[in-house]
């Protein structure tokens, strides 16, 4: 079986014609795809579909490209693909920092946007299976001066006595470690810590970093693992080593 029928795309355009030529072309190559021609038949979609990426053009009707996005990307690490007009060069930006992965600029060339899509889930497969394994095969992860025993929860420094974090404490921590530099949001340390009998909050989040804070001897005003991203969420800043 072709890699390709393992995924899915979304096409978010509000052309019906450009809409049905480029979902002819995916299906084509074997893609499952998911049609939609405003924000609120992309957030159905999205709601109720495994997606492996979101086609997105900034032009739609409802919430546009932009607004999306930031909201996708604070429940969800789907990639995301922003179409442009040529002379929209600060909605690029715009894109990539509220969290698309890729952008590309009408009138584009489908074969590319195919490769663009290709390349997009295959790295998004290697970080996934990067941070799993890091896990699983490691004992500690160490940030000088510290190292966390995965395996019994503790916090270890030299010359001083171990510290044994709660569940949730490591459990957040591991998270924001395995996608250190990137900031995270609230709500995707949520979904990441979700558990079927425990349901994080927002305030629970900030309870737990102020503890890890506490045990780290990490300065909240001046940090040196995890910072806060205001109005975001937060970000793990050292460097680590799984061993």
Known sequence: ???NQKH?????????ASLNLLASYFETEDYIVYKARDSSEAEAHIET?????ILMDIKIPGKDGLELTREIRNKSDVGIILVTQKKDDIDKIVGLELGADDYV???????ELLVRVKNLIHRSQSRATAKQHSLEGSKYIVFPPWTLHLGRRLLQKEGQEDIQMTEGEFKLLTTLIQNSGSVLSRDQIMNQMQRRDWFPTDRTIDVLIARIRRKLEDDRLNPQYINTAHGTGYVFVAEAEYL
């Open 1 to 3: 079986m072709d890699v």
């Open 8 to 16: 899915s795309v979304l096409i978010v355009e509000d052309e019906i």
């Open 105 to 111: 600029t009408k009138p584009y060339n489908p074969r």
């Open 49 to 53: 579909k495994a997606i492996s990426v």
